[in-house]
């Protein structure tokens, strides 16, 4: 049997003319690639542009199934209620066009190199640095989600195709995504306290 390919499987959902796709149904298209591609799906859904608070609830599925990676878990587990909710395909739609693309240029350029870095133990650091840029990708911070997003992204093909340049790419940029955040929150900290100190000069 032939196994379809992520960018083909990608392609499916935004094709697909039914109203409606669930996590559930994304899930079963994915079968053993399940931990991988759906990571790697919400991940760089989180790099297009959406709506705000539209990070923070595609971060989720991210946020239940990185950890269970970390944990060397076989198969992914998610809420029922998660599983079954009903997505409109047509708010989606566009969006997996817009993937389909990258994802079949990054199915070019990678292949299973360096592979001695996806030990379990391996494995399970990409989980647990997933679960880190999870964390961040809840918060609601304007344009906080482009490098996290796209992060979790390259971390997880990597993890699909094996490809161990690629992963080193994408703990560099998780580092560089961890220290934006901790330069942000410092920049954000001393304007409060700045401010806070204004206002308190005229008291």
Known sequence: MTISSLSDVIEGFGEDARPSLTVGEMLDAF?????????????????????????????????????QVALGADAPWLPRRMIERPLKRDD????????TPIVKWMELVTRPRLTWIFTP???????????LLALVLILPIPLGNLAPGATVAILSLALLQRDGLLALLGYLMAFVSLGLLFVSAGVVTAAVRE?????????
Do not use: H, Q, Y
């Open 31 to 67: 079968d053993s690639r399940a931990f991988g591609a759906m990571l790697f799906v919400f991940g760089a859904l989180n790099t297009l542009p959406l709506p705000p608070g539209s990070s923070t609830i595609l971060s989720l599925p991210i946020l239940l199934l990185a950890p």
């Open 92 to 99: 989606l739609r566009g969006l997996f066009r817009k993937l």
């Open 121 to 131: 133990l391996g494995e399970r650091m990409i989980g647990v640095v997933c679960t």
């Open 195 to 203: 401010m806070i100190g204004l206002v308190s000069g005229f008291f």
